[in-house]
């Protein structure tokens, strides 16, 4: 059983920063990927930023320059640092993981709960 649980998320006014944090747990063999997705209200869900074990990072065009996204593996945990929000970036934020079980198999995406970003004055 994987388990994604998600922290940090809140109100904050525009120009704040907020930490979003997800710790993966489970009998895991490896993890190739993780990342967000956000979903603003009336809208679809969008990747945000992704984060591979090797190789480099990706990140949604409006957010390159004020979101930060990093891993410790040691915690199998992901990180997004979040900087200048803006009222548009309110939504719920996702996380996921793209997990192997064991060397068998090409593994599954397991998601987060979602946590609220609230970006207003």
């Known amino acids: 059983q994987v388990q994604l649980v998600e922290s940090g998320g809140g109100l904050v006014q525009p120009g704040g920063s907020l930490r979003l944090s997800c710790a993966v747990s489970g009998r895991i063999f490896s993890i190739p990927l993780m990342g967000w997705y956000r979903q603003p209200p009336g809208k679809q869900r969008e990747l945000v930023a992704q984060?591979?074990?090797?190789?480099?990072?990706n990140y949604k065009d409006s957010v390159k320059g004020r979101f930060t996204i990093s891993r410790d593996n040691a915690k199998n945990t992901v990180y997004l640092q979040m900087n200048n929000l803006k009222p548009e970036d309110t939504a719920v934020y996702y996380c996921?993981?793209?997990?192997?079980?064991?060397?068998?198999?090409?593994?599954?995406?397991?998601w987060g709960q979602g946590t609220q970003v609230t970006v207003s004055s």
């Open positions: 984060i591979p074990s090797v190789g480099n990072t």
């Open positions: 996921f993981a793209h997990v192997r079980l064991n060397s068998a198999t090409n593994g599954n995406r397991y």
